[in-house]
Nanobody
Framework: QVQLVESGGGLVQAGGSLRLSCVAS????????MGWFRQASGKEREFVAA????????YYADSVKARFTISRDNAKTTLYLQMNSLKPEDTAVYYC????????????????WGQGTQVTVSP
């Protein structure tokens, strides 16, 4: 089973940028589609972005399209999320996970969650 450790969060002003990283242990990282999710205080966890095992296909929530970019380095077993033009509504704890990709359906996470990394965007 893949174990995940997220990092890179912090406090940033609106309009700023952050780059999140998710380091995975386990030999199955490179064969799994991966995704980012977030959970704001008092809300349910929601899908943010995902990409196929090769990185050739990417998927984004409408709220982050054109602002966030997901990528991966299979040699380093690391998943990234570049977040630009951040908004206060992006404030949340961000998590990565392995996902199942299905046509017409939001990516479904499976596997254990990491501790997440807090992103706070001030107005």
């Amino acid at each position: 089973q893949v174990q995940l450790v997220e990092s890179g969060g912090g406090l940033v002003q609106a309009g700023g940028s952050l780059r999140l990283s998710c380091v995975a242990s386990g030999r199955t990282f490179s064969s799994n589609a991966m995704g980012w999710f977030r959970q704001a205080s008092g809300k349910e966890r929601e899908f943010v972005a995902a990409l196929s095992w090769s990185g050739g296909s990417t998927y984004y929530a409408d709220s982050v399209k054109a602002r966030f970019t997901i990528s991966r380095d299979n040699a380093k077993t690391t998943l990234y999320l570049q977040m630009n033009s951040l908004k206060p509504e992006d404030t949340a704890v961000y998590y990565c996970n392995t996902v199942r990709l299905r046509a017409g359906v939001s990516p479904v996470p499976f596997g254990s969650w990491g501790q997440g990394t807090q992103v706070t965007v001030s107005p």
